[in-house]
């Protein structure tokens, strides 16, 4: 099947008889002051904002193929009903939602998540290191939660994590989703760089330790950021290394300066990330709470733990 190209989509959006997604026809496209449909793209997809009767959804259309996208969003879909997480929303896979140039295209809807994307999120509290370090703690506690129920979300980095103004988490972009039962499925969506181990690039099939670099990543990052406000920067398209810092760190001046903080902790995150990127494959890499528990909190036991042994 051929693909439309996003001015396509973008145009038979304008119009709201092609959408064929019975919930969302009747909608209203959110539109920019030219009055053109607003969307946000990326790699695979087109998204755009639809208000019925005062809901906010986001409508979905994918520009790319995506292998055996229905059967992935299916088992997705499954899978996080009976896991029942918060930080999930619940989704849509729409066969034939929207008609572009004649073509009917399989389309996606979910509700308007309310928030602010990480890096937002980040840039409003850059002055406030216990709600990063607050977000941190909450960021963690969730990873660990998809650990325990063998999801990985594929495509961990700002644009896919929103911040509720009480610091709660929800997760968005379920496109490179591992569920238990996409085993040997191919890795097709590799993520953002800044946020991905070098040899994601060649790994092969989706796996439930597709996060683990990334989870280190964010929440070192976050870790750092609560310590070093000065370092922030919201321009760019990664957290806190470039991928080209990541593929050579040794030449990255910020990054050893890290790994040689005077907090232990960030010295220990940082370590731990120099170590990951010493190996060649993301399945030799470790969960974050492996790393906080052995080589943190074995160390520097949380305040709690201290007092409990007078
Ligand atoms: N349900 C949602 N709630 C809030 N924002 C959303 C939602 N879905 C998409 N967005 C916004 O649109 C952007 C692109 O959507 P996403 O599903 O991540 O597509 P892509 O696969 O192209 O990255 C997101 O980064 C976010 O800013
Ligand atoms: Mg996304």
Redesign the pocket.
């Known amino acids: 099947m051929n693909y439309p190209s996003r001015t396509a989509i973008v145009n038979s959006v304008k119009y709201p008889a092609l959408i064929r997604d019975t919930f969302l026809s009747g909608g209203f496209v959110t539109k920019t002051s030219g009055g053109k449909p607003k969307f946000?793209?990326?790699?695979?997809?087109?998204?755009f904002?639809i208000d019925t009767g005062g809901e906010l959804?986001?409508f979905?259309v994918w520009h790319t193929e995506l292998k055996d996208n229905k059967f992935r969003y299916t088992t997705v879909s499954e899978v996080l009903e009976k896991c029942a997480l918060p930080y999930f929303?619940e989704f849509e896979y729409v066969e034939n939602g929207v008609l572009v140039d004649g073509v009917l295209m399989d389309t996606h809807r979910?509700?308007?998540?309310d928030?602010a994307?990480l890096k937002d999120y980040i840039n409003s509290n850059i002055t406030n290191p216990v709600k990063l370090a607050n977000l941190a703690s909450k960021f963690q506690l969730m990873v660990a939660e998809f650990h325990k129920h063998n999801i990985a979300h594929g495509?961990l980095q700002h644009?896919?994590i929103?911040v509720q103004d009480d610091g709660e988490i929800?997760v968005?972009?379920y496109?490179s989703f591992f569920v238990e039962g996409l085993q040997g499925l191919p890795d097709l969506?590799k993520g953002q760089g800044g946020y991905q181990h070098p040899s994601r690039y060649y790994n092969l099939t989706i796996n439930e330790k597709l996060d683990y670099f990334s989870e280190l990543v964010i929440y070192t990052s976050l870790i750092v950021y609560s310590e070093h406000p000065e370092l922030w920067s919201y321009d760019t398209d990664w957290l806190l290394f470039s991928k080209e810092d990541l593929e050579t760190p040794e030449l990255c001046t910020l990054f050893m300066s890290l790994k040689k903080s005077d907090n232990p902790k960030i010295a220990i995150l940082m370590s731990t990330m120099h170590e990951f990127l010493r190996c060649e494959d993301i399945t030799q890499l470790l969960p974050l709470e492996d790393i906080i528990n052995s080589k943190i909190n074995a160390k520097f036991p949380p305040l709690d733990d201290i007092t409990d042994k007078f």
Do not use: C, E, H, L
């Open positions: 946000w793209s990326g790699g695979f997809s087109i998204v904002q959804w986001a979905k929303t979910m509700p308007w998540v928030g994307p495509d644009g896919n929103i929800s968005i972009d496109d969506i």
